[in-house]
């Protein structure tokens, strides 16, 4: 099995933390997985990477287009 890992730009990190703390205050609900999820879809020019928070359902997109 391969192994896949991933790494964020500095501005992606930035941008994570701002929705991180705009979701700080959502109810934690799930018993198993985590309270957001990382969505990366590969691309001809890099990936995009998305982050979900599971207890509201609200997704954004963090991608540093810049770093590609």
């Known amino acids: 099995m391969k192994k896949i890992s991933f790494s964020l730009t500095d501005l992606e990190e930035e941008r994570l933390e701002e ?6 205050d959502c109810p934690f609900t ?15 020019f890099g990936p995009c990477t998305s982050i979900k928070c599971n207890s509201c359902g609200d997704e954004e997109d963090i991608t540093d287009e810049e770093s590609w």
């Open 19 to 24: 929705f991180y703390d705009k979701h700080c």
């Open 30 to 44: 799930s018993g198993v997985g985590g309270k957001y999820t990382f969505i990366i879809t590969p691309t001809g």
